[in-house]
Each structure stands twice: as structure tokens, then as C-alpha cells.
Nanobody
Framework: QVQLVESGGGLVQPGGSLRLSCAAS????????MGWYRQAPGKERELVAT???????NFADSVKGRFTIVRDNAKSTVYLQMNSLKPEDTAVYYC????????WGQGTQVTVSS
């Protein structure tokens, strides 16, 4: 059973930055496609960004140019760097690991507000 633990959420003003971390355990991290998803109140969970074992990335149109995703296989951790944050980025952010099965973290709240 893969365990994913997110951290780094919080309250930030519009235009600010946050870096989310997701640490994986009980698995061979390097074989997983890792992703970040988010769910705002009253909305469905949506893809934010993914990164494959080879390092290929994919982003939602709404975050392109503002967010980056990086993985550190030695630390079994994936990061989501979020810059130029907007109020519409407010959501619970979930880490996701995919390889045959899909695993989810517990989520971390990101609130963008002045």
C-alpha cells in the first residue's frame, strides 16, 4: 500500500507563491507517474499537473506558465511550485501516484485571498 503525505499548503495573498510537497513511502517511487489534482468547494476534482517517470510533464491550461512540477526520486518526493497565485487557485490539493493502481494523499488546503 503506497502512502502519500502532502505538505506546504496555507494562506497566501494573490500574486504570491507556495510550494507543495508530496512524500511517498512503501513503494518504488521512480516507477510511478505522479500528479497533483485539486478540488474547490462545490466543484469536481481536476487535474493540475503530472510528471512521468521519465520527467515528461503535463499541465492544466489554467496553470500553465505559473506552476511547475518536479520530482526527486532519491527523496521519493514530488513538488508543485505555484507562482502568481490567483483566488481561483483556492482548493484542496491532492497528490496522486499511478502505476497499475492509483493512490491518493489526504490533501492540503491552499487558500489565495487578500
Amino acid at each position: 500500500q503506497v502512502q502519500l503525505v502532502e505538505s506546504g499548503g496555507g494562506l497566501v495573498q494573490p500574486g504570491g507563491s507556495l510550494r507543495l510537497s508530496c512524500a511517498a513511502s512503501r513503494t518504488i517511487f521512480s516507477i510511478y507517474t505522479m500528479g497533483w489534482y485539486r478540488q474547490a468547494p462545490g466543484k469536481e476534482r481536476e487535474l493540475v499537473a503530472t510528471i512521468t517517470p521519465g520527467g515528461s510533464t503535463n499541465f492544466a491550461d489554467s496553470v500553465k506558465g505559473r506552476f511547475t512540477i518536479v520530482r526527486d526520486n532519491a527523496k521519493s518526493t514530488v513538488y508543485l511550485q505555484m507562482n502568481s497565485l490567483k483566488p481561483e487557485d483556492t482548493a484542496v490539493y491532492y497528490c496522486n501516484a499511478k502505476y497499475i493502481s492509483i493512490y491518493w494523499g489526504q490533501g492540503t488546503q491552499v487558500t489565495v485571498s487578500s
